[in-house]
């Protein structure tokens, strides 16, 4: 049997996770990265993106919506701003928040808070990519 990490995923409203995993992929700042069991010391910077636990011929996937993650040979520890299990995503409200945020950005109004717009058009499309629909 592969050996196992353990992984926990904290949020600012509490602990989403913290059980055993085989691998973990998930998206840092310098790109995507897959962490298994014994791997050295990291410190690095989580972006947006999808965070996928393997275990076996079992995947489960989240959203991360940045934070950070700490690395030791015996554990994966990411402390997100923002996460949800893919069960909790609803598409048709992804696919309206894109909609509303490309509407805002190609607008071109003074009114329009640019990086707000662009921030959520990152939300919706990391959630309709953990759901496969992008
Ligand atoms: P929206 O404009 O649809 O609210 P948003 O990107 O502005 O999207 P967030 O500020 O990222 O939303 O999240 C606010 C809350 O709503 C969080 O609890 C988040 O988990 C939840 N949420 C946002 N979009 C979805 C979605 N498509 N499916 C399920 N929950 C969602």
Known sequence: MAK???????????????????MVIMRTSVGDIGILASHQPLTTTLDYGVLRIINGDKEIKSTIFGGFVSVT???VTLLTDASEWIEDIDVERARAAKQRAEDRIKSGRDDIDILRAELALRRALIRLECKNEK
Not at 4 to 22: C, M
């Open 4 to 22: 196992k990490t353990r992984l926990r995923i904290v949020t600012p409203t509490g602990e989403l996770y913290n059980d055993e995993a085989e």
């Open 73 to 75: 040979p015996e554990s």
